[in-house]
Nanobody
Framework: QVQLVESGGGLVQAGGSLRLSCAVS????????MGWFRQAPGKEREFVAG????????IYPDSVKGRFTVSGDNGQNAVVLQMNTLQPEDTALYYC??????????????????WGQGTQVTVSS
């Protein structure tokens, strides 16, 4: 049984930074491609970052490119999302997800098989 647990969310002022972590249990994080998504109230779930199982490929949408960085932490069996220059529109519940089908990340939520419970990120103006 694979479990994903996010941590690191909180309240930050615009322009600030947060580092989210997604701890993986039940399997090794390098077994899967991993993704980060977010969902704000009243909006659809949005892809924000993905990383391949071998850490060699990282993908981002234009909305966060240059501000967010996804990386693997093999020592902690986790995947990390470093978020810089946060803006109020980044406010959302952030989820990590694991993809068992192939080693490349997907930008679609339907491409992932396991999900964490989410961690709240709130950016004040």
């Amino acid at each position: 049984q694979v479990q994903l647990v996010e941590s690191g969310g909180g309240l930050v002022q615009a322009g600030g930074s947060l580092r989210l972590s997604c701890a993986v249990s039940g399997r090794t994080v390098r077994d899967y491609a991993m993704g980060w998504f977010r969902q704000a109230p009243g909006k659809e779930r949005e892809f924000v970052a993905g990383i391949s199982s071998n850490d060699g490929i990282r993908i981002y949408p234009d909305s966060v490119k240059g501000r967010f960085t996804v990386s693997g932490d093999n020592g902690q069996n986790a995947v990390v999302l470093q978020m810089n220059t946060l803006q109020p529109e980044d406010t959302a519940l952030y989820y990590c997800a694991a993809r068992t089908r192939g080693g490349f990340p997907s930008g679609e939520s339907s491409g992932y098989d396991y999900w964490g419970q989410g961690t709240q990120v709130t950016v004040s103006s």
